[in-house]
């Protein structure tokens, strides 16, 4: 069992940034990919960012150029720095987590709003 808790999200103007953390517990020794997934009510899930164990990353489209994700392996820690906000941005932002074996695992979300 892999137990995933975020932080750092709030209300920023646009324009504004915020930093994100997600600290995995229970067996993170086996994870392989973190990550972050965004989801706004009527809107489709869509995964943001993501850091393999190997360092690769990915953007979706969407933040590309203005996220960035970064991860702390001794802290068990992924991070997700978010600049230049826009209204659209606006969502609970997920952090997951893939094992080696394939299951994967997310926590309960953070809040991001971005209004002026």
């Known amino acids: 069992q892999v137990q995933l808790l975020e932080s750092g999200g709030g209300l920023v103007q646009p324009g504004g940034s915020l930093k994100l953390s997600c600290t995995a517990s229970g067996s993170a020794s086996v994870i392989n990919t973190m990550g972050w997934y965004r989801q706004a009510p009527g809107n489709e899930r869509e995964t943001v960012a993501a850091?393999?164990?190997?360092?690769?990353?990915y953007y979706a489209d969407s933040v590309k150029g203005r996220f960035t994700i970064s991860r702390d392996n001794t802290k068990n820690t992924v991070y997700l720095q978010m600049n230049s906000l826009k209204p659209d941005d606006t969502a609970v932002y997920y952090c997951?987590?893939?094992?080696?074996?394939?299951?994967?695992?997310w926590g309960q979300g953070t809040q991001v709003t971005v209004s002026s």
């Open positions: 850091f393999t164990n190997g360092g690769t990353t």
């Open positions: 997951w987590a893939r094992l080696l074996t394939g299951p994967h695992y």
